[in-house]
């Protein structure tokens, strides 16, 4: 045996961990310099490093070492302590998945997403489908295929969902998303009777400058720690975290638009959020950060829509608000401004719907990706499905593939199975908040003073210290019980019932 003692495994399972986060930390910070600072022409030393540290991550995690380690390990596991335990169950996963996969197919299927990237962005600008279906088709092709490779007891969508929100299954989400229709569908229509929200004042010139202080406050609010979090501009808001004292959002800046970095400030904040409060013991180990994609969206979420977007937040931030916008803003006042930022409305593109029909889009989403991947809808009928889709459940046409199908990056990307955790994260917040206020009273008086310490000591305690020491159901069920979609339908209908006065 290779191993003497249970201690010495131990050991070397650590610094492996080590060595793994040391490496992703690496490649975390190219991959935030090439997106944030980094002059156009610089990609090419770059591109040729990050292919070594991708292939030396591989060999790493994929070596028959690794594979007699975790077996060893796993023979022994009466004698490890359960945060042991499970770090040898996520990397037996990480492992398994790499291992099952032929190195040819691997090579080839990340050859092809590359290739797909560029001829996804050109499809999208060029508005033309037909160029990206064949490699949709392979990409399709591929996903079916690794999900037996995962999982071969489970149906392949089952098993692709799995990736993202261990546990989650089509049954579970065709309630789910059953349930949710059935409340927002009826309520979208009544508010298409009444009277509108003008939210024109939103889109007058905000200059980028004040836009930053505006960040530089938002933060402040909500308390993150700006020793330990970083935020910068890219083209498209994200969050990385290298650990859990190490953490960056970033956020793009539209000048004719005070909205939409507002929320993605508020929405990275919260997955932020998240990652800064893991405990310590968790951190250069396989459970460092975020459990699930489900329950990172819960976070950021929570604080853009529960929190960010509540009468009590507005109430908070206004006086600012109105003090860096003061011309902008001159004829608005508080409740005006709440009712422009939850103006509810069908529309095409996903990432600017609003907290009502966002649901919508993920449904879309995943009806088509339940077929594709089931066998009864071909690539080349996508376009036609969305439009089906987007008017049987949003009441709108879809006049071209580019607002369409071709919107997102996902599918390019190789992610089938992800959307549906934007709608299930949306879904836990609102039974969080419910037990929230069951443990903590009324939330919102704290909020509508400008105070969310209690909120993030809450989840902090309840979610974030935990990192993914436990499995996301498992996590959530602890804390609130069994999923019940009802409380984000009530949270929904109360809110928007009150908005428009229905
Ligand atoms: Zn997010």
């Not at 069951?438 to 939330?443: F, I, K, R, S």
């Amino acid at each position: 045996m290779k191993y003497e003692s249970v201690n010495q495994a131990v050991e070397a399972l650590r610094k492996l961990q080590q060595t793994q986060a040391a490496y992703n930390h690496a490649m975390g910070v190219l991959y935030l310099d090439a997106t944030t600072a980094a002059p156009s022409d610089t990609w090419e030393g770059r591109g040729k490093t990050m292919e070594i540290l991708s292939q030396v991550t591989y060999d790493l995690t994929v070596n028959p070492e690794n594979g007699e380690l975790l077996s060893y390990l796993e023979a022994h596991a009466e004698e490890l302590d359960a945060q042991t335990k499970r770090e040898v169950e996520v990397l037996r996963k990480g492992y398994d998945q790499m291992f099952k996969i032929p190195a040819e197919e691997y090579v080839a299927y990340s050859v092809l997403l590359n290739d797909a990237q560029a001829v996804w962005a050109k499809a999208k600008n060029e508005d033309d489908f037909a160029s990206f279906t064949p490699y949709l088709e392979k990409i399709v092709a591929y996903n079916k295929k690794f999900a037996g490779y995962f999982n071969p007891d489970m149906a392949p969508y089952d098993a692709l969902l799995n990736e993202y929100e261990e546990g989650m299954n089509t049954a579970t989400l065709d309630a789910f998303f059953a349930q949710l229709r059935e409340a927002i569908v009826p309520l979208i229509a009544k508010i298409q009777n009444v009277q509108q929200i003008d939210d024109s004042f939103l889109f007058h010139h905000y200059p980028a400058e004040v836009q930053r202080k505006f960040s530089d406050y938002l933060m402040e609010v909500m308390g993150i720690d700006r020793s330990h979090c970083g935020i910068a501009e890219t083209e498209h808001p994200y969050t990385t975290n290298f650990n859990n004292k190490d953490v960056r959002i970033t956020t793009h800046y539209h000048e004719d638009n005070l909205v939409s970095s507002m929320f993605s400030v508020i929405h990275e904040g919260g997955h932020a959020l998240y990652e800064l409060g893991a405990d310590d013991k968790y951190n250069y180990t396989a459970l460092s950060g975020g459990v699930s994609m489900g329950i990172h969206e819960s976070q950021s979420r929570f604080y853009e829509n529960i929190i960010g977007r509540s009468e009590a937040f507005v109430h908070a931030i206004f006086p600012k608000v109105k003090e860096l916008f003061s011309e902008q803003l001159a004829d608005v006042d508080e409740t005006m401004f709440y009712r422009a930022i939850n103006k509810a409305e069908p529309s095409l593109i996903r990432t600017e719907a609003d907290e009502l029909t966002y649901a919508l889009h993920i449904m879309v989403r995943y009806e088509i990706e339940k077929q594709l991947i089931g066998g009864t809808l071909e690539v080349k009928d996508v376009p036609a499905e969305w439009k089906r889709l987007y008017k049987e459940y949003l009441g709108v046409e879809v006049p071209n593939d580019r607002e369409g199908c071709l919107q997102d990056s996902h599918w390019s990307g190789g992610s089938i199975g992800y959307f549906p955790s934007y709608a299930l994260g949306s879904a836990y917040g609102a039974q969080m908040l419910r037990k929230m206020e069951e443990d903590l009273g009324d939330v919102y008086a704290d909020v509508a003073k400008g105070d969310l310490s209690k909120v993030t000591a809450w989840l902090v305690e309840h979610i974030h210290r935990h990192a993914s020491f436990k499995k996301p159901g498992q996590l959530f069920e602890e804390v609130c019980g069994k999923f019940d979609a009802k409380f984000y339908t009530d949270y929904l209908t109360e809110k928007f019932s009150k908005l428009y006065n229905l």
